[in-house]
């Protein structure tokens, strides 16, 4: 191997969760009155956490208190249907056994709420991960590199020793703000094309090349 420990992205790099996260976010819009939002819309606007989902969502002019109300029952709805659509992309799960069995310490550091990505790990990947952050309150999101910096902690590694995998442009950041490798997925929620503008260098378009890639 290549690295000592392996950070992944969540959403659009380990699972498919763009319909469940479309769904939620137009029943939120439809509870407060908004028009909905297409599938493509919402592919767009995810990366960048819940409240950012919900503000996008909302139609220009929505006044905050709206907004806020969008996002309660966003997470509502979504806490209770996060998995009636999501599972992981091909190839992942013999991926990640693959590297568990070279003894890799592996982690996830996602901007979904904290919750959600504990269940789902639990679910989808049952004692397959060493560290697990998703987004909190006290700490600041991706591409600040506070989450990765604790799961590292967590692992006892530095940024020479990982390498982060996503796959969208808040990835690319991310990586850059913590000084470790990066690589981009390219079956994610971002096109090849914005990727590249947004300075992403190293590609994997399918498990193969990713499983290359790593070792």
Not at 113 to 120: I, N, R, T, Y
Not at 146 to 154: G, S, Y
Request: proline residues 6%; contains cysteine; aromatic residues 8%.
């Amino acid at each position: 191997m290549r690295y000592k420990a392996v950070v992944f992205d969540l959403d659009g790099t380990l699972l498919y969760t763009l319909e469940d996260l479309w769904l939620a976010t137009n029943h939120a819009l439809a509870a407060n009155g908004l028009p909905p939002r297409t599938i493509d819309e919402v592919r767009r606007f995810i990366g960048n956490g819940y409240r950012q989902l919900a503000r996008l969502a909302s139609p220009e002019g929505t006044p905050d208190e709206v907004q806020e109300q969008v996002l309660s029952d966003f997470n509502a709805y979504y806490q209770v249907h996060a998995e009636d659509h999501t599972g992981p992309y091909p190839g992942i799960p013999e991926l990640l056994e693959s590297l568990r069995k070279k003894e890799v310490p592996l982690a996830v550091v996602s901007n979904k709420g904290d919750a959600a990505v504990q269940d789902l790990m639990a679910s989808c990947f049952p004692g397959t991960f060493d560290a697990i952050a998703g987004e909190r309150e006290d700490v600041r999101r991706k591409p600040a590199p506070d989450t990765v910096l604790a799961v590292m902690r967590q692992l006892a590694v530095g940024p020479k020793d990982i390498v982060y995998v996503g796959d969208s442009e808040v990835d690319v950041r991310t990586a850059a703000n913590v000084g470790c490798d990066c690589i981009i997925v390219t079956w994610g929620y971002r096109d090849e094309d914005e990727l590249h503008e947004a300075g992403a260098t190293v590609f994997a378009h399918n498990c193969d090349e990713l499983a290359e890639l790593l070792s």
